[in-house]
């Protein structure tokens, strides 16, 4: 079964401590990966989306990179702003009709202290 | 303004009484897709849409349906709901018609099914 697993569940820095948001999945021919952002109540926010091992995009604090089986967000000296869930999703190469079928992890809980 | 909305926002009924969720984009885009998210379960995919009159399930289909009789919309219907339906949907949208770039989401709808 295809999965898509994000780690850490929840994660506190404190504001300029710089770390990184695992997301590795067991999928047969990825299509792309893609970072959201998700303020409460609201949904979610697209960031970044990498298609091939080795591709890597940034935009202001973050990086997103891939590998083959996982990719990371790189949280660099983040500010309280950053505080939000940070969803990884999947689109898979699963032959036949399926081709727009999406799986997101379960998310990662970030919390910036001033 | 480019946005994707739902209606209604907020709803609470009873177990077996019909109803329907709205979804509506003005981008123009070809893929439209309805998620379900609860609480450490994160984002699970209903059905998804890659063109009108083209529909197919996601990770979680069963108790739900759906049409796609123009590009803009893509309503979510329950034909009979039932307590475990309650959570929170979101119906989102993307310019590709397999979903393989940038979605943009919808506000939320929170069904409560008692």
């Known amino acids: 079964e295809d999965q898509v697993t994000q780690s850490p569940e929840a994660l506190r820095l404190q504001e300029g401590e710089s770390s990184s948001l695992n997301c590795s999945y067991t999928v047969s021919g990825l299509r792309g990966l893609f970072w959201y952002r998700q303020d409460p109540g609201k949904g979610p926010e697209f960031l970044f989306t990498?298609?091939?091992a080795g591709e890597e995009k940034e935009k202001e604090r973050l990086k997103a990179t891939l590998t083959k089986k996982e990719s990371f967000l790189h949280i660099t000296a983040p500010k309280p702003e950053d505080s939000a869930t940070y969803l990884c999703?999947?689109?898979?190469?699963?032959?036949?009709?399926?081709?727009?079928?999406?799986?997101f992890g379960q998310g990662t809980i970030l919390t910036v202290h001033p | 303004e480019a946005q994707v909305t739902q209606n209604p926002r907020y709803l609470i009924t009873v177990t077996g009484k019909k109803l329907t969720v709205t979804c509506s984009q003005n981008m123009n885009h070809e893929y439209m897709s309805w998620y379900r998210q609860d609480p450490g379960l994160g984002l699970r995919q209903i059905y998804y849409?890659?063109?009108?009159?083209?529909?197919d399930k996601g990770d979680v289909p069963e108790g739900y349906k759906v049409s796609r009789k123009e590009k803009r919309n893509f309503p979510l219907i329950l034909e009979s709901p039932s307590p475990n339906q309650t959570s929170l949907y979101f119906c989102?949208?993307?310019?590709?018609?397999?979903?393989?770039?940038?979605?943009?989401f919808g506000p939320g709808t929170r069904l409560t099914v008692t």
């Open positions: 999703a999947v689109g898979l190469d699963a032959g036949g009709t399926s081709y727009g079928k999406l799986t």
């Open positions: 849409s890659m063109n009108v009159e083209v529909t």
């Open positions: 989102a949208s993307s310019l590709s018609p397999r979903g393989l770039n940038e979605q943009y």
């Open positions: 990498l298609y091939s």
